[in-house]
């Protein structure tokens, strides 16, 4: 006993919860087995009189830790016609076919965290998200070229929206190009490099990226889009392809030659968004980190603002309408969770956001002319702030057959969680179900 | 393992803190030696290239012979490059923007404003800097200052309580001083 004293006491907690660890994988390994259907040497278990039980009723009656295994063989995948009005209150799962945008492109890091808790990435079809996916699809008329971002009080889903919206495109075989995390673009994780033809700094090893990222998607339209701009940057390196070319082999040029990347990246998009046999969906999520200053410096330790740096600046002449998409749309989310880089003033007024994405800018602060300019003809998406009833019970659902919750499932436990988080998607799901221990 | 200078850098940290292994870098002048060679400063140090660790090394052996910092002209929205595609600069917006005398979206260049002067100028790093402070420490005990005779007898300088502590000088105060 004196030695217990002597240490500490989260390392007793360790010791108990290394001891369930090894319970609960022992008892898995038992269900795995009776799931199976030959016997084995796992099913000299430790609870065999619990696995017999379950061998002959095959109900619930262990503990809620060694439960059966998850079960969302009926759930189905994303598809052009499972968004619609009648399946809103449905969970999909994001389709693990390749290519699979998802693990092209990445998830924002809120949304990456939520897949791992449960057995399959998936999402619940919202009204809102029937809204979103009727806009794209008018998007196809020419005239008619949307530059929308997806507002919203934080937690209300919009990068679960975004989400929906570029699995819905990929599966109307879209062209999509994803950038999930936007403040990787902004925040001096990547190489940069001052050019003086363009008068911008450049960010060539995130063009390439971009450019492989593009590449992998292995969509049709890369082979079957010919070149039309001929690619006439002075000193380049040799090997650029010409006019009539396919486009990958553009797309091979900018990743074998980084040196000119961000040059074939603006080449790519340009001939990407000029033809109008494929839509094209722009999809940026953390879109106020554009607008923000960069965390790179100049030569003389002056921040850069987001509009001097190639990627960024690229963005925003699509989204301010400099260059157009013919076919397709430009989808932005903000972020309200990085205090660094926060919805501005002139952002903030384009869109005519509420005070659930931050202070108001008053009278006296400065709005940057060059920002108003880059943030003109944006067209705010709001996402309602409260999940409907039926939603919040396809998530709930969800979590169910996941058997990821801690305790009994039951009605009541639904609308206490819901009324505590006030319909808030991010805090019925977090602080609802993942943290609760309510019956 | 990163050599700058015969330092050994860790290679667990970023540039920007990596670099404060260097004897007479802190966190602030490690930003600005990033920002003067266009190194990003989150880099992990593993992933520089031999281009950056040379001009590093390059720079840090004689920084006041470093060459002079361009003026970096930075483009404003209406800036068409030669090498264009499908960019659409809105001329009315331009012209009317010179009508009524605002040159922000005017003119084509924003010039970058410099600095009140290179700070990195006046740089000194690992044995320039220990040179520096002994010959500090020297001058003073050969004038026959408070300070130096400190220094020789190996007590605290600043005026600091010997009857307790004082270790640290007692321990590092010499007239040729190591560290």
């Known amino acids: 006993m004196a030695s217990i004293h002597k240490r500490p006491v989260a390392s007793l907690r360790n010791i108990t919860s290394r001891t369930l660890r090894r319970e609960f994988k022992h008892a898995a390994r038992a269900l795995a087995s009776v ?41 189905k995948d994303f598809s052009t016609s499972s968004i619609k009005a009648a399946s809103v209150g449905t969970a999909y799962s994001f389709s693990e076919n390749s290519p699979n945008p998802l693990r092209i492109f990445g998830v924002p890091r809120s949304v990456e965290k939520e897949f791992n808790f449960l057995s399959k990435p998936c999402s619940v079809v919202r009204k809102a998200t029937v809204d979103l996916v009727d806009l794209l699809d008018k998007s196809k008329d020419p005239k008619f070229s949307p530059r929308v971002v997806i507002t919203g009080a934080p937690g209300s889903g919009k990068s679960f929206l975004l989400l929906q919206a570029i699995s819905y495109c990929t599966a109307a075989n879209w062209i999509v190009l994803s950038i999930p995390r936007g403040i990787e673009l902004v925040n001096c994780s990547t190489p940069y490099t001052y050019d003086s033809r363009t008068q911008t700094f450049l960010q060539p090893t995130l063009s390439a990226t971009l450019l492989r990222q593009l590449k992998e998607t292995n969509h049709s339209a890369l082979t079957d889009i010919k070149l039309t701009y001929p690619f006439t940057l002075e000193k380049a390196p040799p ?121 108001r800018p008053d ?12 943030s003109q003809g944006l067209q705010a998406f709001p996402t309602p702030s409260r999940l409907d009833i039926q939603e919040a019970a396809g998530i709930f659902d969800v979590w169910i057959k996941d058997r990821a919750l801690h305790t009994t499932p039951s009605d009541q436990l639904f609308l206490s969680k819901y009324c505590e988080s006030d319909g808030n998607a991010k805090e019925f799901v977090w602080r609802g179900l993942m943290s609760t221990l309510d019956s | 393992m990163v050599y700058i200078m015969g330092v050994a850098l860790s290679d667990t940290y970023p540039a920007k803190i990596a670099l404060t292994g260097i004897y007479g870098i802190n966190r602030t002048l490690a930003r600005r030696i990033c920002a003067r060679l266009q190194i990003h400063e989150n880099a992990p140090l593993p992933s520089l290239t031999s281009q950056q660790t040379t001009a590093l ?15 970096l002209e930075l483009a404003g929205p209406s800036f068409r490059p030669q090498f264009c595609t499908n960019l659409k600069v809105r001329e009315d917006a331009r012209q009317a923007s010179i009508a009524e005398g605002k040159q922000e979206v005017a003119t084509a260049t924003t010039p970058a404003k410099v600095g009140l002067g290179d700070q990195l100028k006046s740089l000194k790093v690992e044995t320039d800097l220990r040179r520096y402070v002994r010959e500090n420490i020297m001058h003073h005990r050969l004038v026959n200052t408070y300070v130096g005779r400190r220094h020789a007898m190996g007590l605290p300088v600043r005026g600091q309580r010997t009857s307790n502590n004082g270790m640290t000088a007692k321990r590092l105060n010499r007239v040729e001083r190591k560290n």
Request: contains cysteine; hydrophobic residues 40%; aromatic residues 8%.
């Open chain 1, 35 to 75: 799931e199976g259907a030959s016997s084995s040497k796992d099913t000299s278990s430790r609870a065999p009189a619990e696995v017999q039980e379950r061998k002959s009723t095959k109900t619930l009656k262990v503990h809620p830790l060694w439960r059966e295994t998850a079960d969302q063989s009926q759930m």
């Open chain 1, 239 to 359: 090997g650029a392809p010409d006019v009539g070319s396919p486009l990958v082999q553009l797309i091979d040029y900018g990743i074998r030659e980084i040196s000119v990347a961000s040059f074939v990246l603006e080449a790519v998009l340009a001939e990407i968004s000029s033809q109008t046999k494929y839509p094209f969906l722009l999809a940026v999520d953390d879109f106020q980190a554009l607008y923000c200053q960069s965390q790179y410096r100049s030569p003389q330790f002056l921040p850069i603002e987001g509009y001097h740096l190639s990627v960024p600046r690229l963005l925003m002449e699509y989204a301010s309408g400099a260059r157009q998409i013919q076919n397709g749309a430009l989808l932005g989310a903000v972020s309200l969770y990085h205090n660094s880089f926060r919805v501005g003033t002139e952002l903030y007024e384009a869109l005519n956001l509420d005070l659930s994405h931050g202070k």
């Open chain 1, 363 to 374: 009278a006296y602060s400065k709005r940057s002319e060059i920002l108003q300019h880059y």
């Open chain 2, 57 to 71: 090394t390059a720079f840090l052996s004689a920084p006041a012979n470093a060459p002079m910092l361009p003026k």
